[in-house]
């Protein structure tokens, strides 16, 4: 500057040339976000540090692809009818299933119903039977008298139905001897074994006996097919009877 300024020769002035800083000993490149310069870009270069992250965890699953894509729902791959015939199928099926289990539900309800209506009338049957065995074990009747008194007793007693008259007793000996029956008059006295069958061709009334035999405390519900008085279709028809100990009988009803 002060050749120049004399008039001398003027000598060509060089540019200053900082050399970049050598990389670090390690070998690794120092991180732009290391700089102060660009200390406020710093939180921005971990989330791209996230994403590269995320990338390489994606080439992992890449070849997971193919499998994962023939996993699809089969519907996608019916037509538009088929659709709505697999949902008009599926909508049949469940109303199906649905009225099944009401059936079955209701069948279970009046087996239910049928059984407390037969246990209470032919407990109060039986009561009645007792009270007159009672009289002629206290010798206050004779057991003839007791007897004939609880068979019409029972003859005449009827439960259920609209005006609770439509259902009735039987009383038989449990050697099948018909002791009492409302319906059949003309039973009573006469040894019925193997002449009353049910549905199925059994013998209905050695069923019973059975049953009450095999009983602890001589009491038997007992399902069976009858034909109802004045009709000839045969039809379920639950039994329960109660034995009468002393007097060799057995008490009953149907439903």
Same mark, same amino acid.
């Given at each position: 500057?002060?050749?120049?300024? =004399?008039?001398?020769?003027?000598?060509?002035? =060089?540019?200053?040339?900082?050399?970049? $800083?050598?990389?670090?000993?390690?070998?690794?490149?120092?991180?732009?976000?290391?700089?102060?310069?660009? %200390?406020?870009?710093?939180?921005?270069?971990?989330?791209?540090?996230?994403?590269? !992250?995320?990338?390489?965890?994606?080439?992992?699953?890449?070849?997971?692809?193919p499998a994962v894509l023939s996993l699809k729902i089969p519907m996608q791959k019916l037509s538009?009818?088929?659709?709505?015939?697999?949902?008009?199928?599926?909508?049949?099926? &469940?109303?199906?299933?649905?009225?099944?289990?009401?059936?079955?539900?209701? *069948?279970?309800?009046?087996? $239910?119903?049928?059984?407390?209506?037969?246990?209470?009338?032919? %407990? &109060?049957? =039986?009561?009645?039977?007792?009270?007159?065995?009672?009289?002629?074990?206290?010798?206050?009747? !004779?057991?003839?008298?007791?007897?004939?008194?609880?068979?019409?007793?029972?003859?005449?007693?009827?439960? !259920?139905?609209? $005006?609770? @008259?439509?259902?009735?007793?039987?009383?038989? !000996?449990?050697?099948?001897?018909?002791?009492?029956?409302?319906?059949?008059? $003309?039973?009573?006295?006469?040894?019925? *074994?193997?002449?009353?069958?049910?549905?199925?061709?059994?013998?209905?009334? =050695?069923?019973?006996?059975?049953?009450?035999?095999?009983?602890?405390?001589?009491? &038997?519900?007992?399902?069976? @097919?009858? @034909?109802?008085?004045?009709?000839?279709?045969?039809?379920?028809?639950?039994?329960?009877?109660? *034995?009468?100990?002393?007097?060799?009988?057995?008490?009953?009803?149907?439903?």
């Amino acid at each position: 500057v002060a050749a120049a300024r =004399q008039g001398t020769s003027s000598v060509p002035i =060089q540019p200053r040339v900082i050399a970049p $800083e050598a990389p670090p000993a390690s070998g690794h490149a120092r991180s732009a976000c290391a700089d102060p310069c660009l %200390q406020p870009l710093a939180k921005h270069c971990a989330m791209a540090k996230q994403v590269v !992250s995320f990338v390489e965890k994606l080439k992992i699953i890449k070849p997971l692809g193919p499998a994962v894509l023939s996993l699809k729902i089969p519907m996608q791959k019916l037509s538009f009818k088929a659709k709505i015939l697999l949902m008009l199928a599926s909508a049949l099926l &469940a109303l199906i299933v649905m009225a099944t289990l009401a059936l079955v539900q209701e *069948r279970k309800l009046i087996i $239910e119903q049928r059984q407390t209506t037969l246990l209470t009338a032919v %407990q &109060a049957a =039986q009561s009645i039977v007792l009270g007159y065995k009672a009289a002629a074990d206290s010798g206050k009747m !004779s057991q003839e008298d007791a007897q004939d008194a609880a068979i019409q007793a029972l003859r005449l007693s009827r439960y !259920s139905g609209a $005006e609770g @008259t439509s259902e009735y007793f039987y009383i038989w !000996s449990l050697d099948l001897v018909g002791v009492m029956h409302p319906i059949k008059p $003309e039973w009573e006295g006469q040894n019925m *074994r193997g002449k009353l069958k049910d549905g199925e061709g059994h013998d209905a009334l =050695q069923h019973i006996v059975d049953q009450l035999r095999a009983s602890s405390d001589g009491k &038997a519900f007992v399902p069976a @097919t009858f @034909t109802r008085p004045g009709s000839t279709a045969w039809v379920p028809k639950l039994q329960y009877a109660v *034995r009468i100990d002393g007097w060799n009988w057995m008490v009953g009803s149907g439903l």
